[in-house]
């Protein structure tokens, strides 16, 4: 991909204040990540929370910043030992940067192009609206986390050929993009 695209993104340049558009540096793609031009992306209840709470939440984070989770587009580059994708896949995306461990703007997906993690993206068919790819990855990534993480339910992942356990699990229900509809 050349020239370096120019990249735009909304900031939250302190605590409780309006998101900002303005310019934003292009991060090219360091080992396993990936660089997707946006062409969807959905706001998340942890967005409003941040940019009204302060930091209540995600008091890490180091303003100026760019937030934003869920993602669906076009890679436009792709960085070392990545093999999964190619330049122009479609792709959704759970962006990471709020991440204690990242705490990187680049990685924020309220911008024009957003570094994702390859392992937290996936190719989405043609006949899937970017609109309706772009809501998927926080949810879902919610609902495993407290499906399988030890720390939850420890449940044993997903395979062609479960092994039965014996065991019974209830949900009750789900709410929002987690279990609604």
Not at 5 to 11: C, E, G
Not at 89 to 112: P, Y
Not at 145 to 170: I, M, R, V
Request: charge should be positive; glycine fraction near 10%.
């Amino acid at each position: 991909m050349n020239p370096t695209p120019s990249n735009t993104a909304a900031w939250l340049v302190r605590p409780y204040a309006p998101l900002e558009v303005k310019p934003a540096p292009y991060q090219a793609p360091r080992e396993n990540e990936i660089v997707v031009k946006n062409h969807a992306v959905a706001i998340n209840p942890l967005d409003w929370m941040k940019q009204v709470g302060g930091n209540f939440m995600f008091g890490w984070i180091k303003y100026p910043f760019v937030m934003g989770s869920d993602t669906a587009g076009e890679v436009v580059a792709v960085g070392p030992g990545v093999s999964r994708f190619r330049v122009g896949d479609r792709v959704l995306g759970h962006a990471v940067g709020m991440d204690k461990k990242r705490n990187r703007s680049a990685e924020g997906a309220f911008q024009a192009y957003t570094v994702l993690r390859a392992h937290m993206a996936s190719p989405i068919p043609a006949t899937l609206a970017y609109e309706n790819a772009a809501v998927l990855p926080l949810g879902l990534s919610t609902a495993a986390c407290g499906l399988f993480e030890k720390d939850q339910l420890a449940l044993a992942h997903p395979s062609a050929t479960p092994t039965p356990t014996g065991k019974t699990l209830l949900i009750w229900g789900g709410s929002t993009s987690v279990g609604g509809k």
